[in-house]
């Protein structure tokens, strides 16, 4: 079960200690949806700034003093590090509070952590990103490296799916990189609201809309769990390689480095083994009930 | 907790103490978190609290704590008054939470009572049952114990006018138990301890005083009340009648501890026969 | 025998007397010398500072969910195994402030920092928690042999550790639940301790396992042991291996709980579990914490604190779509396949030392060894060796 992930991590920032999160400024915020924001931040202090490196689909975890933290994927650029973006779901107390502290708040991060996409392993490869509502954020930062290097990598296709068109995160990009047609983009919906004209229904039934050669391609999966389950299990149907089947999970996480043991997935940390899964690394377990 | 959020303002937010159907210990209690009080009143207006100051500012109100149960008419009308009064409620103490130990009457007929003891039963003015304020109206938050602990009441506070969800744990006293290194009762005395079902906050009060816990926190999430119950009536030797007391004294009208202590109710009763 | 003791040198004999000497020699040099004591009917790590706070005269006896003191007419210490409470929490507290600060401007300034731990020298511990100390210096980053650690190390774990002097005893009666011979951590301690010591009538059998250790010998009133002395100390621990009050067959044990990972019996467990988390919570390997936020009124200062956490809370498992493990039969099957199957993949080592805590500690007895051994004798055929049919007819 060797992994195809071979990224060196770069070391994430923190103060003192591991425990000790480092100031950053909300320098401007963009709605997405009626409960989703992407918050553009940048480090108070040069040096984080300057030294801040991170993958696609490796997260932060964003303190608040005194209310809490909470673990957020890095939604923007990998090669653009002065600024960074976390999109976020307000469901709770530390996002809402996030919320709260508005354009010149400071939070607090630690990271980056954890393991993100494949990027080495998928160059030359055909990528098939399937993402549901918020699972898009961990995705494009992946997005914006396949655009840059565009050449490296084969067919690439992208399939969101989200409860209506209003519900659609990163709504612009989508328009853009449907227009540019250097990725193939499809985006469906569970309720086709105000002039909606593309395909209706869950997110998995898109893969009836594009081709795959198997063997090489690399399939990315970030959403609920009902989608990261059906998804892998249909491109393995398909005879996808299970070690070319990626999954991005989602588990309470309160250390970020493999310490506290809160999001354990039977042998594995999601927070460092993870939080991208080959599917031939958590097969034992996957799709098993309170595992 | 539904996480209203106190807007921020210039005046300090509001704070209102309501007192209904419990004993004096509560509001005693209440009344004795000195250091916490002088915390709390630093930071919030003490609009209504009228054991402690006559002086009453008008509702509405940013804060309630509601102390006690209901278990008159005259109550049940008033703490809908309470819940238009404020705009966050929070329940405190286990009279607020579960009806108290004045819910012990739930299980018996009160007009039958009242009707041998007073001459004109008409006139009395009291409620078939007594029962927790969350039974009338919706409380945002609610606080456990008899009595409750300031650390818990300050943490509440606090937590509420941060935003932040109050550090509140729902699981075992036996957690807070052991986190102190407290010999443990039950296992090395063989002592009938609540607290593997009881919820935590008091920080193990009893079991550090060498005493079982008798579960005045009441249930910690999804208690196995079948699991305790089976070790204490066999090895430990209680009886059924002694179970269904011991899940009766402080919070006997929460549930599970109502539906386990009725069950061994059942059983006393079926043994007498 | 003899022969097999390498570095003789390392080898002496401390009376029952030389003890006191030993407890003064630990004070003078700076150390805070934990040992067990009696603490309210059960045996408790404590800080001492005479050889008469040791506990003796007393034995324990114990069983799934009851244990007693009694008391014992050979009035010396060490005649009695492991207590409720391990080492653990010298070196990873159930309850520590890792920071405090407030915002200023756009920085934060930090108020308080972790405090500074005591330098300790842990006195009487069990071979089995020995193990278990090595266990979490690997959860917790401690790198002192230049093994490389899955995360970084934590602060005030490697500075306690870095600091410790650690003393052992090997075992010579151990107890109903004691099952380390199984788990191959006792009843002798192998390596890492600073010194062991073995019990005989009057004295001890003293082995140093480091320069630190040695340099208390140094001071200490020891003479050579006679062969004798050294056999017999080796044939007492030899036959409490024999006397084992409970086994685990750990051939190909964690193969075997990931094939029955829907065993019936996990339902039949979560009957009798209460989720009380104290078998957890006296696991001398455990090392589960939560570290939450709060904030002062008074000041705005916001401090972090970690505390204690198991993955037999509701809690724990929490995220904004539920908690993950919400009945009591995934949360038991978590906890066992941790201890005994996934702890071997995380950190190369089993998460059980078999030191039987868990099933004296739980208030209703529930039993590793058990339940281990019904999964054994007992498997269920229609696992298909752990693999499954998924719901679109996928063999997985
Ligand atoms: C690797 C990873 C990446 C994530 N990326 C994003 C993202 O890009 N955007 C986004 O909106 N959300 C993301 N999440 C989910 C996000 O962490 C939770 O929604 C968030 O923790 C909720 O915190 P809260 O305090 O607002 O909610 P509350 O419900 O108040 O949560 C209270 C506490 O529960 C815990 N908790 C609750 N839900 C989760 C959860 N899903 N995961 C972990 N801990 C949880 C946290 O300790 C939190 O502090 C991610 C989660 C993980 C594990
Ligand atoms: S004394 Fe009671 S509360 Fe403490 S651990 Fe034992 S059973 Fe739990
Ligand atoms: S130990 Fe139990 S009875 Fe005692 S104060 Fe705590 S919850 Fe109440
Ligand atoms: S058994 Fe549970 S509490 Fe113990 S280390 Fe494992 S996950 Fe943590
Ligand atoms: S699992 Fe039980 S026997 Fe094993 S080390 Fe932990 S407490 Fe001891
Ligand atoms: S196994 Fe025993 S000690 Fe552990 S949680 Fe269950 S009942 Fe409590
Ligand atoms: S989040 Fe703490 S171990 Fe993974």
């Known amino acids: ?291 | 907790m539904s996480g209203i959020t106190i807007p921020v303002q210039t005046d300090k937010p509001k704070l209102a103490v309501y007192k209904f159907s419990s004993c004096d210990g509560c509001q005693l209690t209440l009344l004795n978190l000195e250091d916490e009080l002088l915390d709390i009143a630093n930071a919030v207006e003490i609009a209504f609290f009228l054991e402690a100051r006559r002086r009453v500012l008008p509702p509405p109100y940013d804060i309630g704590l509601i102390e006690g149960s209901i278990s008159t008419p005259e109550e049940e009308e008033r703490v809908h008054q309470v819940r238009r009064e404020c705009k966050y409620l929070i329940a405190i103490g286990a009279c607020a939470t579960s009806g108290g130990i004045q819910s012990l009457r739930n299980w018996a007929d009160v007009k039958e009572y009242a009707s041998l003891v007073y001459p004109s039963p008409e006139y009395l003015k009291t409620l078939e049952t007594s029962t927790p304020v969350a039974a009338h109206v919706f409380v945002d938050f609610e606080l456990r114990g008899c009595p409750i602990s300031g650390d818990q009441l300050l943490e509440v506070i606090t937590a509420l006018l941060a935003g932040r969800k109050p550090n509140i744990p729902s699981y075992s006293v036996c957690i807070e138990c052991k986190r102190r290194g407290l010999p443990c009762v039950l296992v090395s005395k063989g002592e009938p301890c609540l607290g593997p079902i009881t919820q935590a906050g008091c920080g193990a009060l009893c079991p550090s005083c060498s005493r079982a816990c008798y579960g005045c926190f009441g249930p910690m999430d999804q208690p196995n009340i079948n699991a305790l119950g089976g070790k204490l009536t066999g090895e430990l030797g209680q009886t059924n009648r002694d179970m269904k007391r011991m899940l009766r004294t402080y919070n006997g009208y929460l549930e599970p501890f109502k539906q386990a202590s009725d069950e061994y109710e059942r059983l006393e009763k079926q043994e007498k026969k | 025998m003899i022969g097999a003791e390498q570095g003789i040198k390392d080898v002496w004999f401390l009376s029952l007397q030389g003890l006191g000497h030993m407890i003064s020699t630990l004070c003078a040099k700076g150390y805070t010398v934990v040992a067990p004591v009696v603490r309210d009917g059960v045996i408790t790590f404590s800080e001492i500072v005479s050889v008469d706070e040791i506990a003796s005269g007393v034995r324990d006896e114990m069983g799934p969910g009851k244990y007693r003191l009694i008391d014992d007419p050979l009035s010396r210490p060490f005649n009695y195994v492991v207590g409720q409470d391990s080492p653990k929490r010298f070196f990873f507290p159930p309850k520590l402030e890792l920071v405090a600060m407030h915002v200023e401007g756009k920085r934060f300034v930090l108020d308080r920092t972790a405090p500074k731990p005591p330098k300790l020298a842990i006195l009487g511990i069990r071979p089995c928690d020995l193990a278990a100390i090595h266990v979490q210096d690997r959860v917790f980053g401690y790198n002192d042999e230049g093994v490389s650690h899955r995360c970084e190390a934590d602060t005030y774990y490697n500075q306690a550790r870095k600091q410790s002097l650690l003393i052992a005893v090997n075992c010579t009666q151990p107890s109903a639940t004691c099952f380390c011979d199984s788990m191959g951590t006792g009843p002798r301690a192998k390596e890492g301790f600073d010194l062991s010591m073995t019990e005989l009538g009057g004295g001890f059998i003293l082995r140093a396992g480091s320069d630190d250790g040695r340099a208390i010998v140094n001071e200490l009133p020891v003479r050579d042991p006679s062969p004798s002395e050294i056999e017999l100390s080796q044939l007492k621990i030899d036959q409490a291996c024999e006397r084992m009050g409970r086994h685990i067959d750990t051939d190909g044990l964690k193969e075997l709980l990931d094939d029955q990972i829907d065993h019936p019996s996990w339902d039949e467990v979560a009957k009798r579990c209460m989720a009380c988390s104290n078998c957890t919570m006296v696991c001398p390997t455990c090392f589960c914490s939560t570290v939450t936020d709060s904030n002062d009124l008074a000041t705005n200062v916001a401090s972090r604190t970690r505390h204690w956490e198991s993955c037999f809370t509701h809690q724990f498992s929490y995220t904004t779509a539920g908690s993950v493990r919400s009945s009591l039969r995934a949360r038991y099957r978590h906890w066992m396949r941790h201890k005994l199957g996934t702890w071997w993949d995380q950190f190369g080592s089993s998460g059980c030392v078999g030191c039987g805590r868990c099933i004296t500690w739980c208030p209703v007895g529930i039993d590793i060894t058990e339940q281990a051994a019904i999964l054994r004798d007992h498997p269920d055929a229609s696992n298909n060796g752990g693999k499954r049919q998924t719901e679109r007819g996928l063999t997985v």
Request: charged share 20%.
């Open chain 1, 1 to 291: 079960m060797t992994s195809l992930i071979t990224e060196t991590r770069p070391a994430p920032v923190c103060g003192l200690d591991t425990w000790v999160p480092v100031a950053a400024e909300i320098i401007s915020i963009n709605e997405e949806n009626f409960n989703t924001l992407t918050f553009k931040m940048r480090f108070v202090d040069e040096i984080h700034r300057d030294n801040y490196r991170f993958l696609p689909g490796q997260f932060n975890m964003l303190y608040v003093p005194g209310v809490g933290e909470a673990a957020i994927s890095i939604s923007s650029d990998p090669e653009e590090t002065d600024t960074i973006d976390h999109t976020i779901r307000v469901v709770g107390s530390v996002t809402r509070a996030i919320q709260r502290l508005g354009v010149g708040g400071v939070v607090g991060i630690r990271g980056p952590f954890g393991r993100g996409w494949p990027l080495e392993a998928m160059k030359g490869q055909d990528v098939v990103i399937v993402a549901g509502g918020i699972g898009l954020a961990p995705m494009r930062p992946a997005i914006y490296s396949l655009l840059r290097h565009r050449k490296e990598f084969g067919r690439v296709m992208l399939l969101y799916g989200c409860r209506s068109p209003d519900d659609r995160v990163f709504g612009s990009e989508l328009d853009q990189w449907t227009e540019d047609e250097s990725i193939q983009v499809l985006v469906t919906v569970d309720n086709a609201t105000g002039g909606w004209v593309g395909p209706v229904g869950v997110v998995t039934n898109l893969l009836q809309r594009i081709r795959v050669d198997a063997q090489k391609t690399v399939v990315l999966v970030c959403g609920p769990p009902i989608l990261n389950r059906v998804a892998a299990w249909q491109f393995l149907q398909l005879h996808v390689p299970a070690q070319q089947v990626y999954i991005s999970l989602e588990r309470n996480m309160n250390c970020g480095f493999g310490r506290c043991g809160h999001c354990q997935y039977g042998r594995k940390f999601v927070c460092t083994d993870g939080p991208v899964f080959s599917f031939d690394e958590i097969s034992g377990v996957f799709g098993r009930k309170e595992i």
